[in-house]
């Protein structure tokens, strides 16, 4: 079946330092999304990628897309305790319809 | 602007008992989905409806699951007969399109615990 795989399940990380998660597909996808989900909420948007090696920015976010489009990745520079929280990608396969990842869980030491 | 409205947040019942939810989306948003998502994993389609017609509900399980979107506004999600592996969050989201290119907003969800 479809499925959109993610790695890895837990991150923990100082204050400061910097976390990547990766999303890996076995087919092809039309599109990307990234949500992000606090604890105890419910997941918010935070971008979409739809072109191959395509690579956004939102401040301390970087976010790729594989030259493929089966991957890709979030990068977070200088984490802050606001980051905290589990990031999930969600895939499109052209089927009008998202597949969301495993989801990664970011912690922060302080 | 309202965001995706749910009710209730938090639902207790005991296995075989019936359940139902309750969604309103964003106003004006044509495409509404019902999620399904099990602790420590990602949402799960249940259903997803444009206006009142039915787009995908291949992940919905008939036998016990029910949902409906009146008028192509609100919608209900029925659970009959809840089995213990139905714990979950219920989320509801909404888009103002249908096709996977559409930034979805999730409501703040409810939470079933099936005892």
């Known amino acids: 079946g479809q499925q959109v795989m993610q790695i890895p399940q837990y991150q923990h990380v100082q204050e400061g330092e910097d976390f990547t998660t990766y999303c890996n597909s076995s087919t092809t996808l039309s599109n990307i999304q990234w949500y992000k989900q606090r604890p105890g909420g419910h997941p918010v948007f935070l971008i979409q990628l739809v072109k191959s090696g395509e690579v956004k920015k939102q401040k301390r976010l970087t976010f790729q897309f594989g030259e493929a489009k089966k991957n890709s990745s979030l990068h977070i520079t200088a984490t802050q305790t606001t980051d905290v929280g589990t990031y999930f990608c969600?895939?499109?396969?052209?089927?009008?319809?998202?597949?969301f990842g495993t989801g990664t869980r970011l912690t922060i030491i302080p | 602007e309202a965001g995706v409205a749910q009710s209730p947040r938090y639902k207790i019942i005991e296995k075989r008992q019936s359940v139902a939810f309750w969604c309103n989306p964003i106003s004006g948003h044509a495409t509404l989905y019902w999620y399904q998502q099990i602790l420590g994993q990602g949402p799960k389609l249940l259903i997803q409806f444009q206006n009142n017609g039915v787009v995908d509900d291949s992940q919905l399980p008939k036998d016990r699951f029910s949902a409906e979107r009146l008028k192509g506004v609100d919608s209900t999600l029925k659970i009959q007969p809840a089995k213990l592996e139905d714990s979950a969050v219920y989320l509801c989201?909404?888009?103002?399109?249908?096709?996977?290119?559409?930034?979805?907003?999730f409501g703040p969800g409810t939470r079933l615990t099936v005892l």
């Open positions: 969600a895939g499109n396969f052209g089927n009008e319809k998202l597949t």
């Open positions: 989201a909404s888009s103002l399109g249908t096709s996977g290119r559409n930034e979805q907003f």
